[in-house]
């Protein structure tokens, strides 16, 4: 099984957390919180801050984390078999990799999740990120308006993001900490959409 971690995200508290265990029998949980899209990851054990990793120009240490994460817990998290090498490869080199391999998505340096896809710095599968667990409802690029629904039935709209001249994906990220995510809406709100 190769890593991938489960982050959710509270969008009130604008916090993303990576629950790796949690033990009702020994009244143990080991989880990872971040504030900032994971340029500094906090790890917490039974609610006890045990170490932070903040990411530098010259250094990642949530690096070394995923590879001890990966050894300890992969029962729990899969494998960690980032893919560096891609980085050393010239650009001819890269695009044959890609073309070998039919890969249209980013640079997979975190690896490629069991179903094909990229992973993230996070270890997120990239449909997380894209927000391919909702079904579309309407997407307007023209009135800055998305809106999707769950699998309950809930309603959710996406907000647009000036800076990317886009819609905000689902969590923040480290290229866009400030991601506020989806956000809850209501039936009245989507009939308004739907009817303006």
Known sequence: MIMQLDWTHNTEEKLLKCVVFDSRQFNQELYYTTSNGGDTINKYFNDVLINSFRRTADSDPWEDEKHWLSKTYSEYVGVYRPMWFLQELSEEEYLEWENTRDWNMAMPLYGISEDGYYLDRLQR????????????????QERKIWIEVDSEGNYFKRLWCEENNSFYNVQPCCVFPDNPGRQPISSDEVEYYISS
């Open 125 to 140: 599968h990239s449909h997380v990120q894209e927000g391919r667990d909702m079904e579309n409802v309407i997407i307007d």
